[in-house]
Structures are given as C-alpha cells and as structure tokens.
C-alpha cells in the first residue's frame, strides 16, 4: 500500500512550507503524488524520479565529452584541485542542508578558499545594511497573527514565493487578524504591475532604481516636514495617504526583495528602509524581513557566522583570519577581476544565474558542479557530482527567510551508492587531510561528537 | 630622505596582497631585507623580491622614507594600507585599498585606483591623478566610524559611496561621481567639481557636500533655504545651500536641530 508521509518540508523557496504531505510507493523510492504544495513545489517532488537523472559522477575528457568515473575518482579530483589552487572559490548553498553547509566550510578552511553563497548575487546587500543599521524583524507567525499593513518593497511573491501570502503576509486569519485580506492593506512598491500589485490596496508604480528617493520621502513625511510634489514618479499625495495608513496601523510590515537589493544603491536602499522600521517603530509596531529566495538561504548566513564570524564572501585564504569584503571577496567580483583559479559550484546553478563573462573567466580553470541534477553549471564543469536532493532523499536543518530552524525529513531513499553533499565534501576533507599529510581534526571532532550524542541517548 | 624604489618585473597570475609596502615597513631596512617582506597570492606565502626589484635606501624612520614604485600595480592589493609617515609615489595604476586605514604621511597614484581607496582613513593625505572606484573614503563594512580625518584629492571621476559614515576629513573629486555621496556621513567634507546622478547626502546627520555641477535627482529629504557665497577647494562660488537629511535623526545643540548641509553650486 502506498503511504502518505505527513509534515514534509518542501525545498523551494524561502517560505520553507512545512506541510507538504507525500504519497509513496510501496517500496519507498517514487513519490506518487504530493498534497499542499505550490506548482513548483509539487514539481521538484516529482523531479526527482526522473528517468534522466545523473546517478554517478562525470568527469570531462580531452576531447570535451563527458565520461562517467567513480565517486571516489571524484573525490580525489576535488581534493586535489582545491589544493593545488592559489585562490579557490566556493560557490552556492542555494539548495543544500545545514549539515552539508556545514561540511564545505571545513572543506574551504583546509583549502584556502573564499566560501560564498548565492546571497552574493541575491540578499547579499541586505547583510551589509543589516551590518550597517541592525534588523528589527520577526517571525512570519508573527507577520500571519498581527501584521494589518503589509509593505512588499521590490518584491512579487506571487510568482517568487507562490504560498506566501496565503500562509503569512496576505489571506491568512490570525489571532489579531481575524478578518485575513480584509483587515490587511496592502502596499505594493513596483515599478511593473506584478500579479503582488494587482493583489495590493496602493500600488506605487515608482521610476525603476529609484527606490531609495521614495523611501527617503517617506521618511521625512514621518518626521513631519514637506517633500516635493512628485518623488520618484509618485505623486506626494499618495505618499501622504499610504504614510499616514502606516502611522495608523496596528503592526506593519516591510517585505523587500531584489527590487532593492539589485538596482542601484543596493545595501543603501536595504538600510533606509530599516532606517523607515525604525521611525514607524516611534508610531506604531513595525518590522521588517527580506524574501530570502530558496527554502536554505538563510542557512548558510547562520552557519557560518558561527564557524566564521560572516554570513557570506569570507576570504579564509589567510587561514584564521577570515575576511570579508563584497566588492572584492564576492564571487562575481572575484572571477571577474581574474581574482580565483578553481571554482567549486554546490547546490545552484551559476551558469544560468551569473554574467556570461564572469563565467568565461572561471572556466579558464578547473571548475567542479556538486549538483543533483543536469543544469548549466554542470554542463560546462569539469567535473559533476551529483548528491542527494535534500528534502526528498536527505533530511536535515534548513532556515527559513524569516531564520526559523527546521528539520526538514527525508521523504524517499536516493538513488543506490548516491553521497549527501556532507558525505561527499567530509570525504573530500579526509582526502585533503591525507594528501598534505595533516590531521583530520573535524572528522575527529565529528566522530567524537556523535559518540558523547550516542550516549546521552 | 631616502628612496626606495620598487620596480614590478612581473604580472601576478591571481591579484597580490601587499600590506608590507608602507614606509612603516620599509623604513630601516635594507633592499635584501625588503626583498624578503611577505606578500600574498591567494594563499600562497610569497615575497615582495619575487614581483618587484628593489633598489635604493631606506630611511631610519617611517617619517624619513619615500618610496617610489615605477611600474604598473593594477594588479596590486593595499598599497599603503595602515601607513603613519612617509611617502609613496606610483608612477602607474594601484589596486583596491590605496591607503587603507592610513594615519599619516602622503600617497601620489599617477594612474587609476580601484575601489577602497582610503577606505576608514585617519590622516594624511591620498592624491590620484586618474579616477577611482567606488567606496572612496568609505568605512568598512558594518562600521558606523568611517574616514576620520586626512585628505582624499581625485582629479578624475570616482564611482558611487564616497564618503560613507564619513566622521571628518576632505574628500574632492574633480570631475564627475555616480551615487551615494556621504550616506550615514557625521562629519567631514565632500567637494565635487563635476556632477552627480543622485543620492546626496542620504541618512546624512551632519557634515558639508559641495557640488559645482549638477545633482540630477536630490533626494526630497533636502530643503533649500539659502543662498551663500563661499570658498573652498581653491574656488570661490555662489551656492544654493539645502539642509537634511531632514528624514533622518539630528542632534540638538542650544535647542535648535543640526542639520547637515550640501551646497550646490547656483547657476550664473
């Protein structure tokens, strides 16, 4: 009989759904049919029992074809390559668990290499406002429970983050929001009509990149002086009116998405609007949170600020002192200024997401995919790993964008012989280790680690 | 005084990291000794002696040592970073942090720097006869104290956050720059000679901007309230004078609000 598997979470987006519900085979390795999950939810469940799936490395030849070789071939590939490079780059995290985050970074350690994830090309900027200003947030619970005026600056969750606002920020009923949508204004600030502004109560079609003018509008609008007729294609009326529903409001807010944090100003326009929190909070509660993208983005910024000190472009090229610096240790910077000499892409997939150019300057050196499936950056890697799909066939901690841990379950067993990004970067490590002829302190320290959880148990 | 002077012989394959070439480092040493100093590429230990040739004498102190670089050092890191006394000259193009964190002495670029130059300066002064990157004069990440003293003279244009946390110091740029000028400033002087797209003195508490050119977007948190005859960076001008960031909190002196001010430069 087939079972339905209940309380599953879904390795999407930042929403980090945790209801999804899976029907399996009687054997245990196809998901038949899944419940509550939004379309591209639903898909990655079933994508993962595809027939074409890549099931053991691939290594590319001297001809340019691509040749099948083992995992431990791969390892010894890996291991190699990151010791051999001056400066290597590691690159992604998109798509993986904590524990696996957790595994490259010893990796990157032992290696030399800058550790980076895709908040360099996505939230990154938010960081260095939050470093700049601090980061009044909550949780989405508390968002779904009080939020009565929802800003969604630079951001359309309707098509990013498809059950968002049905879970937390628009429909839901909570326990001061008995009314759902109607007891919510909403507050779209787009410069396209996105399916989110259609949904929303004002809908500020402000000029593009010009976010930061508006945001400063406001801002002195709260503090009771005069702005100018029109402020970045808004007209001031209009500014007055969605301000004054702010000051008047129970608990609001702020959304923002890479509608701030990728047109021009960036961390700027991050760090007004948590300047803006920070006055509305003189008024009334308000808070803010940035739509992380993917269901574990957030993970890495937590993982390794504690192995580290950073969230993201941590230089660990001088041993113990980690540097970080975007602008000049952020991945696209780096392989643009021909700054690394091996990149290793985990868990995302650079050859869509970054410039074409930034990828022609890494691929003059050896490159490495460590992906479960065929995707661009496994096309024109050197070598291809794929792993485990975390969240169907690996369980593990994930944070969701609102930074809320959550063990994630594993729904169906991997293909056979198949390693976790964990497994498959702890062996790279150990091979490392035994290469330079060092201690494998980690795999100690792990080991030791699980022997004393053992016990308590 | 003496000279050092430090001839690049060879590209680095990556960028190198030299937090060695300041005065401070040289300064009582001798050629071979200075040879042997450690650099940076990526991880790998190398020495200034592998990328550079080295000729000349030191001083006995920091205050007593110029050094002359006769070469192109695009592909050099922190070329004076943390230095306190000295001099250096670049007859060529410098990389990221030109001057970084520097407390005193004089640093002349010939060519073009890359981003960080000057990056939570102190004191002395940094002169660029080509243009610079973004962040000039900037803090680094996360600090709310940026440039706190010292002078920072481009004669090209310069990229955007210029003067970011600035707490005091002058910065001018004598052609154009592109957005966020004295963003979170406390302090300090920015003079721009040429234009400037926008974002001019944002979340700014106090401190002066001058513009003699044009501010293509202002930012609304800025009201004009005067018309002032001033002087400075060797130009004598009739400005339009804005007070603001007016979003943004003020300190109280006397009871009455302290306003940053940014001066744009009337039309004749």
């Known amino acids: 009989m087939p079972k339905w598997i209940t309380q599953v979470g879904c390795p999407y987006c930042g929403s980090s759904c945790d209801d999804i519900e899976c029907l399996v085979s009687d054997d245990g390795k196809k998901i038949l049919e899944t419940r509550n999950a939004c379309v591209i939810g639903n898909e990655i469940f079933h994508h993962v029992s595809s027939p074409d799936r890549p099931k053991r490395p691939r290594m590319r030849q001297p001809d340019g074809s691509m040749k099948e070789v083992t995992y431990d071939e791969a390892v010894d590939y890996t291991a190699k390559a990151l010791i051999k490079a001056k400066k290597p780059l590691i690159y992604g995290f998109g798509s993986t668990n904590c524990e696996g985050m957790s595994a490259v970074a010893r990796v990157a350690e032992r290696a030399g290499a800058v550790l980076d994830n895709c908040a360099s090309i996505c939230h990154g900027p938010s960081f260095l406002a939050i470093f700049d200003n601090g980061y009044p947030s909550c949780t989405l619970g508390e968002v779904k429970n009080r939020a009565d005026v929802v800003l969604f600056w630079g951001c359309n969750p309707m098509h990013a983050h498809p059950r968002h606002t049905s879970r937390y920020s628009i429909f839901p009923r909570g326990f001061f929001t008995t009314k759902g949508q109607m007891q919510r204004t909403i507050i779209s600030i787009d410069p396209r009509e996105t399916d989110t502004a259609k949904l929303a109560d004002y809908h500020f079609m402000l000029n593009q990149g010009h976010d930061y003018e508006l945001f400063d509008a406001f801002r002195t609008v709260l503090r009771g002086h005069d702005i100018p007729a029109e402020v970045a294609g808004c007209k001031r009326e209009m500014i007055l009116e969605a301000a004054e529903k702010m000051k008047n409001a129970r608990f609001v807010m702020i959304f923002f998405g890479m509608g701030c944090t990728h047109t021009d100003g960036r961390n700027h326009n991050v760090d007004i609007a948590i300047s803006l929190t920070r006055d509305l909070n003189t008024h009334t509660k308000a808070s803010i949170m940035a739509m992380r993208g993917h269901y574990n983005i957030a993970g890495p910024g937590q993982v390794w600020s504690w192995q580290f000190g950073f969230p993201y472009c941590i230089d660990l090229s001088k041993g113990t002192r980690a540097h970080m610096n975007p602008g000049e240790t952020s991945s696209v910077d780096l392989a643009m200024r021909d700054e690394v000499d091996c990149f290793v892409n985990v868990g995302t997939d650079a050859g869509a997401h970054w410039p074409i150019a930034a990828i022609k300057h890494v691929k003059k050196h050896p490159v490495i995919t460590v992906d479960p499936n065929i995707c661009m950056a496994s096309e024109i890697a050197d070598l291809h790993v794929p792993v485990r799909v975390v969240g169907v066939e690996e369980p593990g901690v994930v944070y969701r964008m609102d930074n809320v841990p959550i063990q994630f379950k594993k729904v169906i067993d991997g293909p056979e012989g198949v390693p976790s990004d964990e497994e498959f970067f702890d062996k790279v490590y150990t091979r490392m280790c035994e290469l330079t002829q060092t201690e494998p302190i980690w795999v100690h320290v792990k080991e030791h680690a699980k022997a004393s959880s053992s016990l308590e148990h | ?268």
């Not at chain 2, 190398?46 to 000729?55: R, W």
Request: with cysteine; proline share 2%.
């Open chain 2, 1 to 268: 005084m003496a000279t050092i002077t430090l001839k690049p012989f060879k590209t680095p394959e990556l960028i190198i990291e030299c937090n060695n070439i300041t005065p401070d480092a040289f300064a009582g040493k001798t050629p071979a000794e200075i040879a042997e100093l450690e650099i940076f590429e990526g991880k790998v230990r190398e020495k200034l002696g592998d990328f550079f040739s080295v000729t000349g004498s030191s001083g006995k102190t920091a205050a007593e040592t110029d050094i002359l670089i006769d070469g192109d050092c695009s592909r050099v890191k922190y070329i004076g970073s943390k230095m306190t006394a000295g001099t250096i000259t670049v007859n060529g193009n410098a990389d990221m942090y030109v001057g970084g964190w520097m407390k005193g002495g004089k640093i002349h670029v010939k060519g073009n720097v890359d981003s960080f130059c000057g990056i939570a300066m102190e004191g002395g002064e940094i002169e660029v006869d080509g243009n610079a990157g973004n962040y000039v004069g900037c803090a680094y990440r996360g600090d709310w104290r940026g440039m706190r003293g010292g002078t920072i003279h481009i004669h090209g244009n310069a990229g955007n956050d210029i003067g970011t946390f600035m707490l005091g110091g002058t910065i001018i740029i004598d052609k154009n720059a592109f957005i966020h000028v004295s963003t979170h400033a406390e302090g300090g002087t920015v003079v721009i000679k040429g234009d400037v797209e926008g974002r001019v003195g944002g979340q700014m508490v106090k401190g002066d901007i001058y513009v003699f050119g044009n501010v293509q977007y202002m930012l609304p948190g800025f009201k004009e309230i005067d018309r002032v005859r001033k002087e400075i960076a060797g130009e004598s001008a009739t400005f339009r004078q804005y007070i603001g960031d007016l979003g943004e909190r003020h300190p109280k002196s006397k009871g009455k609000e302290i306003y940053a001010n940014l001066y744009v430069k009337a039309s004749a």
